[in-house]
């Protein structure tokens, strides 16, 4: 029921807002908007590596945070076990991070 009722209010929308909304596309209204700045250049110009390096650490120090919730949470089970677990994850993570530290992907060129 819920699944039907999502369809209908969605097909409503969709319905409402097509008979009901401007039916003129001017250039301004069909061009790509981006932070208030008029669009300048192509859209496939090369970004540096140093940006999807700098993403995917975002992304590996968001997924320690995620290991170490449950972590802490059932902490009192069996410390020694988890202790153990969590210091070798964070070692683990410190090479890496070493890595990309003599690797210079922390520091802009």
Known sequence: MMFLAAGLIA??????GALLGPKKA???KLAAYESG??????ARE????????????FIIFDLETAFFY????KFRAAPTF?????????VILAVGYLYILRKGVLFWK
Do not use: K, N
């Not at 097909?11 to 409402?16: K, N």
């Not at 590596?49 to 993403?55: Q, T, W």
């Open 82 to 90: 988890l202790y153990v677990q969590a210091l070798l994850f964070v």
């Open 11 to 16: 097909a409503a929308a969709l319905v409402v």
């Open 70 to 73: 449950p972590l802490a949470v």
């Open 46 to 57: 090369r970004f540096p590596v140093h940006f999807y390096m700098v993403a995917m650490l």
């Open 26 to 28: 001017s250039e301004t």
């Open 37 to 42: 700045v008029p669009a300048s250049g192509s």
